[in-house]
């Protein structure tokens, strides 16, 4: 089954250490994968995405994500966490079938930035 | 802003009512895809439609309808409703030119819906 897990609900870091929050995923074929943020009573907001090329991905406010095609997994990074950064997060990934093309998300991971 | 636009913001109404949410995709976006979002439940897609055609259906239940209309922007029908469709509902869009999903969608601000 083409699936995205994000297997921890809850991540807490301290102000200026770096974050990961992990995303594995499962799909036939090539993966394209996207990471969104969450601000409390906000729609998501697009990070950013792999679609092919380098592993590592550059998004927004400072955030990365490597992708690993071996460990099938795709982990949002940031070198050093703001307390703005606090926020609900969400993995997705593009699922193809024959009688449809959509984009599945995660269940999330509630990122806590303690100052 | 997205450029995402969703009405109303909040909607309380009882059960077995029919409510209407409705949507505005970022110009030019021909892709608009509902959401549900709850507690339990997570993020569920609901229903996609590509230039005023239904192009992908998720969890979206038969008292749950929707449509595109020729300007593009979408409404999203519940009916009879029940307490357990009480969430918040979003409306994305993308600048899909095909039916290739690898663009990024962009989010309005959703509907909190409250069903007393």
């Known amino acids: 089954a083409q699936s995205v897990a994000q297997p921890e609900d809850q991540v807490n870091v301290a102000e200026g250490n770096p974050l990961t929050v992990k995303c594995t995923y499962s799909v036939s074929g090539n993966p394209y994968l996207f990471w969104y943020v969450q601000y409390p009573n906000r729609g998501l907001q697009f990070l950013l995405k792999y679609i092919t090329g380098d592993n590592l991905v550059k998004g927004s406010y400072g955030f990365e994500a490597e992708f690993n095609k071996s460990q099938t997994s795709f982990h949002l990074k940031k070198p050093s966490a703001l307390v703005s950064d606090s926020a609900l997060y969400f993995c997705a990934v593009r699922v193809q079938k024959t009688s449809y093309d959509k984009v599945i998300f995660g269940p999330g991971t509630s990122l806590s930035v303690i100052p | 802003d997205s450029g995402v636009t969703q009405t109303p913001k909040h909607l309380i109404t009882a059960t077995g009512q029919r409510v209407t949410l409705r949507c505005s995709p970022r110009s030019g976006d021909l892709s608009v895809y509902w959401y549900q979002q709850s507690l339990d439940q997570g993020l569920q897609f609901l229903i996609q439609?590509?230039?005023?055609?239904?192009?992908a259906k998720g969890n979206i239940l038969e008292r749950f309808s929707a449509q595109q209309f020729p300007d593009l922007h979408s409404e999203l029908n519940l009916s009879s409703l029940e307490l357990g469709d009480s969430a918040l509902y979003f409306c994305?869009?993308?600048?899909?030119?095909?039916?290739?999903?690898?663009?990024?969608?962009?989010f309005g601000p959703g509907t909190r819906l409250t069903v007393l």
């Open positions: 994305a869009s993308s600048g899909s030119t095909s039916l290739s999903s690898y663009n990024e969608q962009f």
């Open positions: 439609y590509y230039n005023g055609e239904e192009r």
